[in-house]
């Protein structure tokens, strides 16, 4: 197979600052055909040690939450409207029949910055709040990681003063690292194991005004409990809060002091005229989105415009995947689309082109096909957008690949297809039990 470009394969990751390398080894020569990186702002991810750790400025971040191997992880911009998140004593942070024991334990970043919250011998709601504005019609999605101590219940709530949102609650076992029940006005929620311990727990639900939000995160005794008589003594250790505007949560952005905005990532710029053929090809992709959320994310070998391209796109409609092509700025109506089980699994893609010969595969499987069309032309970047700069791919990469050649059906497949269940359940991050 004439592989020309690829990116992150059996997790070989080059970033610096400003570039991340996707390799060309054609001929047997090993030249870099960098990807440019843009990010206005420091982000997070978790490394290799499994620790949340801070990336500085237009640099990929190559995040291990769920694969041994990294993925190149891409975000939209978000911001972290919570001031103090790691200081809960911070007078922000309004205490309901608890206290707040601070630096108590091992945060998931490793420093000993989490705090231990500890129930009150009241009978009471045993929590506490952060207030900020809210805009009506708009999702909001709290977050916060949370490890049980004497406690192995919490819940996270929408708090209905001043009409923000319709009161609603969301419980989790943080013993199992389990949902627990929710609420109608809870939109969705998530655990997530970060190791040693700790859950990152969030939930997700629609303001109802324009408005002061009071967003609350609290202990229970069981699932559904409210309020209790607690004993005084009892609590968990919380760390890393968060609320921030969208439908689902993106990587913890700390703060102290202040909101704090986290830009959206940018890659694009991959390769030259060199290495793509007009005539022929396939773009690979093993990839995941962020979430099922009703937006596009495109990735393509283009010639830097709308005009001429090969496209593969996880589109508006629930789980879609279609595989578009443009020549000459024409669209050749292609018509190759296929719906994913999940699209915020893995799924490896492979997206042929050749004159009146186009195919889509997926998992293994030939999924869809063309018999006519014809092909881009002046093909000289892979970039995780549109081709024009729009339409950007927000989500999880575990590899990109470019191949100068149409492949055959078997190759095709065995590009696509996982070797044993142990490996697909271990590419999908799946439990075997």
Not at 132 to 146: A, K, W
Not at 160 to 168: E, I, M
Request: proline share 2%; aromatic share 12%; glycine share 8%.
């Amino acid at each position: 197979m004439a592989k020309t470009l690829k990116f992150g394969e059996n997790g070989i990751w080059a970033t610096k600052t400003g570039s991340s390398m996707a390799y060309n080894d054609q001929n047997g020569n090993f030249k870099p055909m960098p990807f440019a990186v843009t990010r206005a702002s420091s982000a997070t991810r978790v490394n290799k040690e499994g620790l949340i750790e801070v990336v500085g400025n237009d640099k990929l971040r190559i995040d291990y939450t769920d694969s041994s191997n990294g993925v190149a992880l891409l975000e939209p911009a978000r911001t972290n409207l919570v001031t103090y998140s790691e200081d809960f004593s911070n007078s922000s942070w309004t205490k309901i029949a608890i206290s707040v024991s601070t630096n108590n334990t091992s945060s998931p970043d490793g420093s000993v910055t989490a705090d231990k919250i500890t129930e009150s011998a009241t009978s009471s709601e045993q929590t506490l709040y952060y207030e900020t504005s809210v805009t009506t019609g708009t999702q909001y999605t709290l977050s916060l990681f949370v490890k049980k101590s004497e406690r192995r219940w919490f819940f996270l709530r929408f708090g209905a003063a001043f009409g923000a949102f319709t009161n609603a609650f969301a419980w989790f076992d943080l013993e199992n690292g389990l949902l627990g029940s929710k609420e109608a006005g809870i939109d969705n929620y998530s655990i997530d194991n970060y190791g040693n311990g700790w859950y990152k727990v969030t939930a997700t639900a629609t303001s109802t005004a324009n408005a002061t939000g009071r967003l609350f995160y609290g202990i229970a005794t069981s699932d559904g409990v409210k309020s209790y008589t607690g004993d005084g003594t009892s609590g968990v250790y919380i760390w890393g809060a968060q609320l921030e505007q969208g439908s689902y949560p993106t990587s913890y952005i700390p703060t102290s002091g202040s909101t704090v905005p986290r830009a959206a990532d940018v890659a694009n710029g991959a390769g030259n005229a060199q290495v793509f053929n007009d005539s022929e090809g396939v773009l690979f992709a093993n990839v995941a989105a962020l979430a099922d959320d009703g937006t596009s994310r495109r990735i393509a070998v283009s010639d830097e415009s709308y005009s001429n391209r090969a496209m593969i796109e996880l589109d508006e409609n629930s789980n879609k995947l279609n595989y578009f092509v443009f020549s000459g700025g024409v669209n050749q109506n292609i018509n190759v689309d296929f719906i994913l089980s999940n699209s915020t699994l893995y799924n490896k893609i492979a997206a042929k082109y050749k004159v009146n010969d186009f195919a889509l595969w997926v998992n293994g499987f030939e999924v869809d096909f063309s018999t006519s069309g014809n092909t881009p032309t002046g093909l000289d970047e892979l970039a995780f957008d549109d081709g024009g700069n729009t339409s950007k791919f927000y989500g999880k990469a575990k590899e990109i690949g470019y191949y100068d050649a149409v492949l055959t059906d078997a190759e095709l497949e065995a590009l696509t297809s996982y070797t044993s269940f142990t490996n697909m359940a271990n590419e999908l991050n799946l439990t075997i039990k």
